[in-house]
């Protein structure tokens, strides 16, 4: 069974930055592709940034240069670090596991409660 809990998410002012992690439980870690996702309301879930099982990472366009996934193996955690934030970043952000290497949300079939990054101007 796997579970994944997410944590980090808060309020910032736009340029400010945030790291936020996951914690997972319940599976070999590596046998997974792990992926950050977020959705505003009104808007689709989207993928944000993914790392495959090779270890190669996904970033979405708007994110890139500004985001970096990162995970500790050994500790079983996801880290998502999060700079230059802007109040389009703002979402529910979510930690998800899955078997196909693919950073959109049909490919993950595990996922964290979400954990709530706002951006003020």
């Known amino acids: 069974q796997v579970q994944l809990v997410e944590s980090g998410g808060g309020s910032v002012q736009a340029g400010g930055s945030l790291n936020l992690s996951c914690a997972a439980s319940g599976y070999a870690y590596t046998y997974y592709s792990m992926g950050w996702f977020r959705q505003a309301p009104g808007k689709e879930r989207e993928g944000v940034a993914c790392?495959?099982?090779?270890?190669?990472?996904t970033y979405v366009d708007s994110v890139k240069g500004r985001f970096t996934i990162s995970q500790d193996i050994a500790k079983n955690t996801l880290d998502l670090q999060m700079s230059s934030l802007q109040p389009g970043d703002t979402a529910m952000y979510y930690c998800?596991?899955?078997?196909?290497?693919?950073?959109?949300?049909?490919?993950?079939?595990?996922w964290g409660q979400g954990t709530q990054v706002t951006v003020s101007s």
């Open positions: 790392i495959a099982t090779t270890g190669r990472t």
């Open positions: 998800a596991a899955g078997n196909i290497d693919d950073c959109r949300p049909w490919a993950f079939d595990y």
